[in-house]
């Protein structure tokens, strides 16, 4: 029982210790990884390959794939690219293998690394800043990862004499689909096909499994990882089901491709590497792993867009809706999330414009009325959404991003209140400079609009202040002038405070306008993740 419970102790070690490394990283990396894959993401070859870095970073594929499916939502990679950083991924999560053999077993560094768990744990205490923080756990993460991995060893050479391959399914095909079965619900139970290899690999080295046996099982820990996706898709949006059944779809397929080759495998490998360091059975058992899954990229790759079209037939898009987008999964990833929430402000705010032109030149009631309940119905969507954005967490530039989009967000839903109880239309008629001025206003949204989804903010951010700065400096004489002429007759009463209001609700408008932009512009970062300096504009309105 006591060995049972060491084998057991070691395995929720090492778990714990993956995932305080992997929380670590991830606060570290800050907004690096969205940078890297929109970066080097220009085809399914280079999207897999910033796929591979990324989690072999991260020592996690799901916050990989979380931001690939967060990109392909807000529309900034196409589902092809992003299947190219999802083949990726399944490479990079084999790193955890060679960190095991390689420190576990060839460098025997385990018992050095202990020191590193009451550091980290120091610098829990300790640390001031998030930086540090974020070290603590990556520390503490790789040292209990490691005393986890110790404790599986020693559990195992305990168990030498009970767990035998005899015990197991016998090396036959149907033997091995058996183990692979078994691998899949070794992952099933604890959500991570890394504690399985290195279990796997702690078995192999104290020979109570064979290799071919191990081998089977680390097929079926691989195939067994795609569960996780397939949890995470279910009420999600439709990219996030596309992605996960990508997933499972992938992974089926060189699951299948490794479970046919691996007595070939084996018989190659043993007999090109007789002795040395190739020939031990765990490095020849983590080159298995990292070989099928970087064979099954090369072949699936050429056909990615056949691929990508295949998964597009089985789960079809049903209909065009912006709050789709809006998955709660992508939610654990702050920076993501921003993101496309930023890109559904931005359209809304070209359905806004378009629909205020409409309202300017005497559109249809049941056309515009239909516009707004569509505006304010994703509207509310998007706050609710954006108000559950968890950035407290999260770096300074994703906290500033964050309460920048919130504002963008008040900003935005007030000018479309204002643009849909706008007056009666035909009041700017009876003033050309009014008229002109309501024509300048929506020049400006448009050019805001198109901005909002361009690195050009900054330049219509300025302009559209400028125009809100002049209407405001024009206020007092323009009500005057309008006064005298209805206190001389020169003017109906009613007409002139008709008159007036239009020209406060057009100055009310452009304020709105220029906050929505700067505030947009304060978060562009989100948008376009290569955005280095903050914006040079700075508010001068003490009531921003």
């Known amino acids: 029982m006591e060995k049972f419970l060491l084998v057991a102790a070691g395995i929720g070690l090492f778990l714990l210790g993956m995932s305080l490394m992997t929380e670590g990283l991830r606060a570290v990396s800050g907004t690096w990884l969205p940078k890297l894959l929109a970066r080097f993401t220009r085809s399914p070859v280079s999207g897999a390959i910033s796929g591979a870095l990324s989690t072999a970073a991260l020592q996690s594929s799901s916050a990989t ?32 293998g060679w960190l095991v053999v390689l420190i576990g077993f060839k460098l025997k560094l385990a018992d050095l690394l202990m020191p590193l768990i009451p550091l980290g744990a120091l610098l829990q205490i300790f640390g001031k800043t998030k930086r540090l923080l974020a070290l603590a756990k990556i520390l503490a993460g790789f040292g209990i990862l490691f005393l986890g991995f110790s404790m599986i060893q020693q559990g195992m050479t305990d168990f030498r004499e009970i767990l035998t391959p005899a015990i197991f399914p016998s090396d036959t095909l149907s033997g091995r689909f058996l183990l692979l079965l078994l691998g899949i619900a070794m992952t099933l139970v604890t959500q991570s096909s890394s504690v399985g290899v290195a279990t796997a690999l702690a078995a192999l080295a104290v020979d109570s499994i064979s290799f071919a046996q191990a081998a089977a099982l680390v097929v079926g820990m691989d195939i067994g990882t795609t569960a996780t996706a397939l949890f995470g898709a279910i009420g999600s949006n439709l990219q996030a089901r596309r992605t996960a059944i990508s997933h499972v779809i992938y992974n089926l397929m060189t699951g299948t491709f490794a479970f046919l080759l691996l007595k070939t495998y084996e018989n190659v490998w043993f007999g090109a590497f007789k002795t040395g360091f190739w020939s031990a059975p765990e490095i020849a058992l983590v080159a ?12 699936v790759l050429p056909w990615t867009h056949q691929f990508a079209r295949l998964i597009e037939y089985i789960l079809p898009e049903r209909k065009d809706q912006r709050t789709a987008r809006l998955d709660p999964s992508l939610l654990k990833n702050p920076d993501t999330a921003l993101l496309v929430s930023a890109t559904t402000l931005a359209e809304l705010a070209v359905q806004l414009m378009t629909t205020f032109k409409q309202v300017a030149t005497g559109g249809t009631a049941v056309y515009t009325l239909q516009a707004f309940n569509d505006i ?64 300048e206003t929506i020049e400006h949204f ?3 609009a198109a901005a909002m989804q361009s690195p050009d903010i900054v330049t219509s951010t300025e302009a559209v202040q400028t125009f809100w700065q002049t209407l405001n400096r024009q206020t ?4 005057n002038t309008v006064l005298a002429e209805m206190s001389n007759g020169a003017l109906r009463v009613e007409t002139g405070y008709e008159i007036l209001h ?13 906050r929505l932009a ?27």
């Open 288 to 299: 298995f792993h990292t070989l099928f899954n970087l064979l099954g990229v090369l072949l």
């Open 376 to 439: 304010q119905q994703t509207l509310s969507s998007l706050r609710q959404y954006a108000g559950s954005i968890k950035t407290d967490h999260a770096t300074e530039k994703t906290q500033r991003a964050h309460l920048a989009l919130m504002h963008a967000l008040e900003h935005f839903s007030r000018l479309a209140n204002r643009i849909e109880h706008m007056d009666d239309i035909t009041v700017f008629d009876k003033r050309p400079t009014l008229r002109q001025a309501l024509e």
């Open 518 to 544: 700067y505030h947009f512009q304060v978060a562009e970062k989100v948008v376009d993740p290569f955005l280095k300096k903050p914006p040079a504009l700075k508010p001068t309105d003490p009531t921003a």
């Open 476 to 479: 007092e004489t323009y009500r």
């Open 502 to 514: 239009a020209q406060r609700w057009l100055r009310r408008v452009s304020y709105h306008l220029w």
């Open 65 to 96: 794939i979380l931001v690939a499916i967060g990109f392909v939502s807000a529309g900034l990679l196409s589902f092809g690219h992003a299947l190219g950083i999802l083949f990726g991924a399944n490479i990079g999560t084999t790193i955890t």
């Open 446 to 448: 448009a050019q805001v």
